[in-house]
């Protein structure tokens, strides 16, 4: 599976942005994806993760409430809406894949994500 990730930019704090995350090769249908996110100096962290088949979901405290996952079978792809936007958001922020028999128990681990895209720039100004 091949990712793409999309939709980064510079905006004011309380504005939105939605990043989408693209597969080819093969469909997401028996994977999650989760969304993480790398500020300078700090771990790449998950804040976001579905499982295809069936939208469950898990959200980080930071973004519950303000992010919303959402999968596009048409274009086979997971979007992560992103409302009221902090400065703290700012980071690069990468989507990945884990196979869905890995268990959903390991989605927040980021070792056990097998495709990665690659990241796109969110700056968010206060």
């Known amino acids: 599976v091949q990712l793409q990730a999309s939709g980064g930019g510079t905006v004011q704090t309380g504005a939105s942005l939605r990043l989408s995350c693209a597969a080819s090769g093969r469909t997401f249908s028996r994977h999650s994806v989760g969304w993480f996110r790398q500020a300078p100096g700090r771990e790449r962290d998950l804040i976001a993760a579905i499982r295809w088949r069936d939208e469950l979901t898990y959200y980080t405290d930071s973004v519950r409430g303000r992010f919303t996952l959402s999968r596009d079978n048409a274009r086979n792809s997971v979007d992560l809406q992103m409302n009221s936007l902090k400065p703290e958001d700012t980071a690069v922020y990468y989507c990945?894949?884990?196979?869905?028999?890995?268990?959903?128990?390991?989605?927040?681990?980021?070792?056990?994500?097998?495709?990665w895209g690659q990241g796109t720039l969110v700056t968010v100004s206060s």
């Open positions: 990945a894949a884990i196979e869905d028999r890995a268990g959903w128990s390991k989605v927040s681990d980021r070792d056990s994500y097998r495709y």
